[in-house]
C-alpha cells in the first residue's frame, strides 16, 4: 500500500503520547541542507537509532510532497524540538561544536520525542538541580515535565541515556549543575556514545506498538544491557578495583537484531572503577 511508504516524524506528545504513537509508521524521511558542513556526522548519528531501533530512515533531496520529515541545518548550535510540530520539514541544527555522532543522535532524539531524562516528573528521586551554579537565562532548561505529560512505559530513569545533561551543563562557573543522589553515577549521566538502552526500549515501545508488542516485552524483560565503558560488571557482582578491561561482549539489545552478538570496545589503557556497576545477565568481560 502507498500509505506504508510515506515518511514520517513521530508525535509522540514528547515521547510519549502512546494513543498517537499507534498510528506513526516507522520510517522517517530526512534531508541534509546543501550548507551543512558534515553530513557523515548526519548519518553516523541515524545509524546509532537504526541500530537499535525498529525506525529506518529515508534520505530524500527535496521536501516536496514529502509531509513531516526532518530537515538537519547548520544552525547556531544544537537544538531540536520535542515531538512532531508541523506536517512539513522540522529543523534540527547540527551547528559548529554539534558533529559528534552521539550529539546528532541526542537531538535526533528529541525530534522523536524525547525529553531529557532530567526533565522526567520523578527526576527528584535521582538528581539534584543545583540552580545556583546554572547561567542566567538558563534555568528553564531544567524544568521538570509534569507526570501526565509524559509516558515512561515502565522504564525506570536512566543516569546513562543519551538524552541526560552531563553534570556540567549550562554552568557559569565550572561547577556542576546537576547532581546524582547516588554519586557512583556523576561521571555517567551525559554520556554521548549513543542511545542507551533505555533510550532505544523507549522508542521501541513508542514506535513498535502494535504487532511487536509482546514480543517486545519478552525480549526485553530477559535481553542483556548494553554497558556504558564506564558501567561494567558481570550480572549482579560488580568487577574488581582497577581491572583492565579490553572489550566486553554483550547480546545486541535491539528486537529486529536481537541475537547477533556486539563488541563493545573499551580502552585497554583505561581504568574501569567498581563503583559505577552496569548489570546485565549475559555479560563477559575479557580482561587483559
Not at 528529541?110 to 537565562?137: C, F, K, M, P, W
Not at 542511545?195 to 508488542?213: I, L, M, Q, T
Request: charged share 20%; proline share 4%.
Amino acid at each position: 500500500r502507498a500509505d506504508e511508504q510515506r515518511c514520517s516524524v513521530v508525535s509522540l506528545q514528547n515521547c510519549l503520547n502512546a494513543e498517537k504513537s499507534l498510528k506513526i509508521v516507522t520510517k522517517v524521511c530526512f534531508i541534509v541542507a546543501v550548507f551543512l558542513v558534515d553530513a557523515n556526522a548526519i548519518l553516523a548519528g541515524i545509524r546509532l537509532w537504526e541500530e537499535n531501533t525498529c525506525l529506518t530512515f529515508k534520505q530524500v533531496t527535496t521536501t516536496a510532497n514529502q509531509g513531516s520529515m526532518l530537515r538537519f541545518i547548520k544552525g547556531n548550535g544544537c537544538y531540536s524540538s520535542v515531538g512532531r510540530i508541523s506536517n512539513g520539514p522540522q529543523d534540527i541544527s547540527i551547528g559548529y561544536g554539534c558533529t559528534m555522532a552521539g550529539i546528532v543522535a541526542h537531538e535526533i532524539g528529541h525530534a522523536l520525542g524525547l525529553y531529557h531524562e532530567q526533565a522526567r516528573y520523578d527526576r527528584d528521586s535521582h538528581v539534584r538541580v543545583l540552580t545556583q551554579n546554572i547561567q542566567s537565562g538558563y534555568a528553564s532548561q531544567f524544568s521538570k515535565q509534569p507526570q501526565n505529560s509524559i509516558v515512561t512505559y515502565g522504564i525506570k530513569y536512566d543516569y546513562g541515556s543519551v538524552m541526560h545533561y552531563p553534570p556540567d551543563g549550562f554552568s557559569k562557573n565550572g561547577r556542576d549543575t546537576l547532581e546524582t543522589l547516588d554519586p557512583n553515577y556523576q561521571s555517567t549521566i551525559g554520556q554521548r556514545n549513543g542511545p542507551s538502552f533505555s533510550d532505544a526500549k523507549k522508542v521501541n515501545f513508542a514506535y513498535c506498538n502494535g504487532e511487536h508488542a509482546s514480543f517486545l516485552n519478552d525480549v526485553y524483560e530477559h535481553a542483556p544491557i548494553v554497558c556504558s565503558v564506564n558501567m561494567v560488571a558481570i550480572r549482579t557482582q560488580r568487577i574488581v578495583p582497577d581491572a583492565d578491561a579490553q572489550r566486553v561482549w554483550v547480546g545486541l539489545s535491539v528486537v529486529n537484531h536481537f541475537g547477533r552478538p556486539k563488541i563493545v570496545e573499551l580502552l585497554a589503557s583505561r581504568r574501569h572503577p567498581a563503583s559505577r556497576p552496569c548489570h546485565s545477565p549475559a555479560l563477559e568481560v575479557v580482561t587483559s
